[in-house]
């Protein structure tokens, strides 16, 4: 159960580093208004203002956001997945390897492994992913140089990319931001000139979350300008159209929405471009409708959730949209909704986002935000406390 909201966390955090509420304001350069209204659970904090006052007060993320929060039965199986592949990531193959131990096993394992996380099933089907780290680096090690190597690694760092992933929705960042550079490294001797850029890519989602957002942007930025050296094919073009992406969310949460909408816009252009041609986007998800999703998520990084219900009455998301995407979509809805002052309509959101994507959405922070936020005009409501039980949040 999740007992206190950011709010209530920064409060608590202020108060030990002896703060005001006027001093930490100008500390974290957010307005005195917007940290008032969030400690007393008025306004939901966003991920930037949690970054902020997380880097004044000395305090992880984590500490203010709760994460990772006490599993119920129904991620239990999720959550104790993360000692044994922390185990994987950082024993290599030093420890006894339990499942698959052919290529072609591992391989079919992993897939296992993405269409699972596609679906944003997360419990029953990544207790698969320690083991294929394992044998992976086991063949890399009994592999002469070569194609065969090469191959190894690359599918190394697609499985080191999904443990990110993993740890990075059950709130387990250290973890998440050791995937992330266990990724590059076999990214770089994968052979492929194309997975060092989607490392990169990956690597932003930590600096991303961390509220490094200079960082981030110069690693999109370096990774953009390295693409540039090479041959322009539909599996680049996807690559630098999900830089893009990820860089409009990091300019956006720097407050530098020129820079985001220019982001967009390249990313449309990049989508249009590549068409109907088959391509290998290296686990960014790139599509068309990822760029409308994230059309909607620039203006929500902004606050201006009049936009962002502008934009997202205008999309139907199609029915190949994975999952794990629609409910990300659904969750920045529901905040646009609430920044629009319809309380009840972010509500039906999150309602959205619960259909399709459960485990995702229970273990949302903005989520467990938004929920507070509007118990706080509507205590009583039997949807809103049905959805706070589920969701293990206490309201």
């Known amino acids: 159960m999740d007992e206190m909201g950011v709010g209530a966390r920064t409060s608590r955090a202020r108060k030990l580093a002896r703060l005001t509420q006027i001093q930490l304001a100008a500390k974290a ?11 007393q659970g008025d306004r939901p904090a966003s991920p930037a203002f949690i970054a902020a006052i997380a880097r004044v007060l000395g305090v992880s993320i984590g500490d203010l956001t709760g994460q990772p929060y006490t599993p119920d039965s129904a991620d239990a199986a999720a959550h104790a997945t993360i000692p044994e592949l922390r ?10 390897l339990t499942g698959p131990t052919t290529f072609d096993d591992l391989t079919t394992a992993l897939d296992r492994v993405r269409q699972g996380m596609r679906r944003a099933r997360y419990t029953d089907l990544t207790a698969d992913l320690p083991d294929v780290i394992r044998g ?41 931001g050791l995937a992330a550079e266990r990724c590059g490294w076999a990214a770089d001797r994968s052979g492929d000139p194309i997975w060092p850029l989607a490392a990169e890519y990956n690597r932003a989602l930590i600096l991303l979350y961390s509220g490094a957002y200079v960082a981030g942007s110069k690693t999109i930025e370096r990774a953009y300008t390295a693409s540039e050296q ?15 992406l990820r860089g409009s969310i990091l300019s956006a949460r720097a407050l530098d929405g020129d820079t985001a909408e220019s982001h967009i816009q390249e990313a449309r252009g990049i989508a249009e471009a590549i068409g109907d041609d088959r391509y290998r986007n290296y686990g960014t998800g790139f599509r068309p409708s990822n760029v409308a999703i994230h059309s909607v998520a620039v203006p929500v990084e902004l606050s201006d959730g009049t936009t962002a219900v502008s934009r997202a009455e205008s999309i139907r998301l199609p029915a190949s949209v994975a999952p794990s995407r629609a409910g990300h979509h659904f969750i920045d809805v529901s905040r646009a909704w609430l920044l629009h002052g319809d309380k009840q309509r972010a509500l039906g959101s999150l309602e959205q986002a619960r259909m399709v994507a459960p485990e995702l959405t229970r273990n949302h922070p903005q989520v467990h935000e938004t929920v507070r936020v509007i118990a706080r005009a509507r205590r009583g409501t039997d949807t809103l406390a049905r959805f706070a039980r589920w969701a293990n949040v206490k309201i």
């Open 87 to 96: 185990r994987a990531i950082v024993a290599f193959n030093d420890e006894p």
């Open 29 to 39: 350069n957010v307005s005195l208004s917007l940290l008032r209204k969030v400690e």
């Open 136 to 176: 992976l680096h086991m063949l890399a090690d009994n592999e002469n140089p070569g194609r065969e190597l090469e191959a190894i690694y690359s599918t190394l760092a697609y499985a080191y990319s999904k443990a990110m992933l993993f740890a990075y929705q059950y709130g387990y960042l250290d973890l998440a």
């Open 230 to 244: 090479l041959d322009t094919t539909p599996d680049l073009l996807a690559v630098r159209g999900a830089l893009h």
